[in-house]
């Protein structure tokens, strides 16, 4: 069963860098139809999509935070990570790790995205 | 990039239908995946594609798509399914991904 976890300080201090891995066991982060995201929820917020990374190292940003975040993978390691610059109260939220899966219908009805497995979250708290 | 329209709150009494929607220009070509959240929860996946449920999801949830507006239904509404509904899908414009703000489900 595809297990995801989160890892990393609960407290940052603003303007300074969160760091946040990703572990993924029960199955191979290097698989071809998936990609790795990172989704994060401000306290009774909805949910917002920060990125996904594939197996060989490309990359998707939401533009909103495009130029404060990069994303690594490490296959031998079976973890993706994150990394977000120049941190404000603004970023205080559950960071969500997630397996996200890319298709398209044969018959060119149409595509869909999913995120099917999720990490429990973390708490990362913004201190001034 | 662009959005996806949820209704802030919709509520079903217990053993009714009901009708969650979510709107976007992003739907135009894209099927929408549906997540349900509960309180100190992560999201779980309950629907996707064209008719697609993860293993272990109840048949009463279903999803439709028409033009720009996707649905996710709940046939017989359970005391259990009372959480927070969200809806995402592929950006086409930037391939990128979103989400809606989600809906809040009470089951009275």
């Known amino acids: 069963q595809l297990q995801l976890q989160e890892s990393g300080p609960g407290l940052v201090k603003s303007s300074e860098t969160l760091s946040l891995t990703c572990t993924v066991s029960?199955?191979?982060?290097?698989?071809?139809?998936?990609?790795w995201g990172w989704i994060r929820q401000a306290p009774g917020k909805g949910l917002e999509w920060i990125g996904s990374i594939y197996y060989n190292g490309n990359t998707y940003r939401n533009p909103t935070l495009n130029s404060r975040v990069a994303m690594s993978i490490d296959t031998s390691k079976n973890q993706f990570s994150l990394k977000m610059t120049s941190l404000t109260a603004a970023d205080t939220a559950v960071y969500y790790c997630?397996?996200?899966?890319?298709?398209?219908?044969?018959?060119?009805?149409?595509?869909?995205?999913?995120?099917?497995?999720w990490g429990q979250g973390t708490l990362v708290t913004v201190s001034s | 990039s662009s959005e996806l329209t949820q209704d802030p709150a919709v509520s079903v009494a217990l053993g009714q239908t009901v009708r969650i929607t979510c709107q976007g220009d992003s739907l135009r070509g894209n099927y929408a995946s549906w997540y349900q959240q509960k309180p100190g929860q992560a999201p779980m996946l309950v629907f996707y594609g064209k008719n697609l449920r993860p293993s272990g999801i109840p048949d009463r949830f279903s999803g439709s798509t028409s033009g720009h507006t996707a649905s996710l239904t709940i046939t017989g509404a359970q005391a259990e399914d009372e959480a927070d509904y969200y809806c995402?899908?592929?950006?086409?414009?930037?391939?990128?991904?979103?989400f809606g703000g989600g809906t809040k489900l009470t089951v009275l």
């Open positions: 997630a397996r996200e899966s890319r298709a398209s219908y044969a018959d060119s009805s149409g595509q869909y995205l999913t995120l099917d497995s």
């Open positions: 995402n899908s592929r950006d086409t414009n930037f391939n990128h991904v979103v």
């Open positions: 029960g199955d191979s982060i290097y698989i071809v139809n998936y990609y």
